[in-house]
């Protein structure tokens, strides 16, 4: 090992304003994170809205099943 051995690594901790931004974006990112599964949820597990969308044509359905 290069230099003489340390104490270990002693980081210094970060100030009030750097602390309240992370909190905030990461606060932000859930927000939009949380907002857009609900909007959006189906769609990413698989369900469209265009799917059963119960406007019958039901002989339209059973041609193709």
Known sequence: MAGAPSSGFHPH?????????????????????FYRARQDGAKLIGKHPWDNHGHGGDAHRAAHH
Not at 13 to 33: E, Q, S, V, Y
């Open 13 to 33: 901790l970060p100030g009030f304003k750097h602390n309240f931004l992370a909190k905030a974006l990461g606060a932000t990112m859930w927000f939009f994170i």
